[in-house]
Nanobody
Framework: VQLVESGGGLVQPGGSLRLCCAASGFTFSSYAMKWHRQAPGKEREEVAYISSSGSLINYADSVKGRFTISRDNAKNTVYLQMNSLKPEDTAVYYC??????WGQGTQVTVSS
């Protein structure tokens, strides 16, 4: 199982980023996927969840209405579109497959 995140970077408050997680080594379309984040000095928190078919989606209250999770099962990729970014969204963002599989993370920094 391999999960590789990309798309992080430095963005000003109010800006947008789209994170990607490319998956390999398993039947991607059979698994739900999640995005988590970990800010400095804080515990890792779940940000968004998407079911295997994409029909069920959940968000943390802190990102609801601003972030959108989606997936393309033909491309074995899960996405996190992040809009109206705030400084408190600064964190390392991780892609996660249930069963204990994590990517290496991608840094998102929201600062002016």
């Amino acid at each position: 199982v391999q999960l590789v995140e990309s798309g992080g970077g430095l963005v000003q408050p109010g800006g947008s980023l789209r994170l990607c997680c490319a998956a390999s080594g398993f039947t991607f379309s059979s698994y739900a996927m999640k995005w988590h984040r970990q800010a400095p000095g804080k515990e890792r928190e779940e940000v968004a969840y998407i079911s295997s078919s994409g029909s069920l989606i959940n968000y943390a209250d802190s990102v609801k209405g601003r972030f959108t999770i989606s997936r393309d099962n033909a491309k074995n990729t899960v996405y996190l579109q992040m809009n109206s970014l705030k400084p408190e969204d600064t964190a390392v963002y991780y892609c996660n497959r249930p069963g204990g599989y994590w990517g290496q993370g991608t840094q998102v920094t929201v600062s002016s």
